[in-house]
């Protein structure tokens, strides 16, 4: 019979002795019954209660409570933004040891670049939503979409790419006043456009 036939029933005889003697333990000390119901059985019934419509519902009608709505742009605007900050307080680690002292001034845009762009628009307005899907943004998959209105679900599964919420910080860092706004990184800040759609008809 070939060795590596052999070397292998080996393993198999000795795995299966193991396993059996393992099977074979008796209990140690003194033992209790178990108390706690079955979790499976927990779940089984937990989900006979779940209305299902209520929670898709609220699911697809999610909007965080920072929600940042913007007001359609009633002209074409350009402006930059300098995300240059200075900290007004030192920085440690949990050792107490400083990392960054007060007065420290850095550029986020140095160490983590934006390269797809960020679009902004209201979901909940049909045309801003069709000025994305003709926009040359619409098939870059790196730009990230915010709705300053709408519901994500929504608008995730007409467009069929990520969507995101615009929030009161995210606004107030990037000086965004109205929507559609196109955020580009150029030289280390960000230009951003707001974009004038025709009046509704």
């Given at each position: 019979?070939?060795?590596?036939?052999?070397?292998?029933?080996?393993?198999?005889?000795?795995?299966?002795?193991?396993w059996a003697?393992?099977?074979?333990?008796?209990?140690?000390?003194?033992?209790?019954?178990?108390?706690?119901?079955d979790i499976?059985?927990?779940?089984?019934?937990?989900?006979?209660?779940?209305?299902?419509?209520?929670?898709?519902?609220?699911?697809?009608?999610?909007?965080?409570?920072?929600?940042?709505?913007?007001?359609?742009?009633?002209?074409?605007?350009?402006?930059?933004?300098?995300?240059?900050?200075?900290?007004?307080?030192?920085?440690?680690?949990?050792?107490?040891?400083?990392?960054?002292?007060?007065?420290?001034?850095?550029?986020?845009?140095?160490?983590?670049?934006?390269?797809?762009?960020?679009?902004?628009?209201?979901?909940?307005?049909?045309?801003?939503?069709?000025?994305?899907?003709?926009?040359?943004?619409?098939?870059?998959?790196?730009?990230?979409l915010l709705?300053?209105?709408?519901?994500?679900?929504?608008?995730?599964?007409?467009?069929?790419?990520?969507?995101?919420?615009?929030?009161?910080?995210?606004?107030?860092?990037?000086?965004?006043?109205?929507?559609?706004?196109?955020?580009?990184?150029?030289?280390?800040?960000?230009?951003?456009?707001?974009?004038?759609?025709?009046?509704?008809?």
């Amino acid at each position: 019979m070939d060795s590596k036939l052999l070397s292998a029933l080996w393993i198999i005889t000795c795995a299966t002795q193991v396993w059996a003697a393992h099977t074979r333990l008796e209990p140690v000390g003194k033992t209790y019954p178990i108390v706690e119901p079955d979790i499976r059985e927990e779940f089984k019934q937990k989900a006979t209660t779940i209305d299902l419509d209520a929670l898709f519902n609220t699911h697809n009608r999610y909007q965080p409570a920072n929600l940042h709505p913007l007001p359609r742009a009633a002209s074409d605007r350009v402006f930059i933004v300098d995300l240059t900050h200075t900290l007004n307080h030192d920085i440690k680690d949990s050792r107490g040891n400083l990392l960054y002292p007060q007065g420290f001034t850095f550029n986020p845009l140095q160490y983590a670049g934006l390269s797809g762009g960020l679009v902004v628009i209201d979901g909940s307005d049909p045309q801003q939503v069709e000025w994305f899907k003709g926009s040359p943004y619409f098939q870059n998959q790196r730009a990230i979409l915010l709705l300053a209105g709408g519901y994500a679900a929504e608008v995730k599964i007409e467009l069929k790419r990520p969507v995101y919420y615009l929030t009161h910080d995210i606004s107030a860092r990037l000086q965004l006043k109205a929507a559609p706004s196109v955020v580009v990184e150029q030289d280390n800040k960000l230009t951003v456009r707001e974009v004038r759609l025709a009046a509704k008809p």
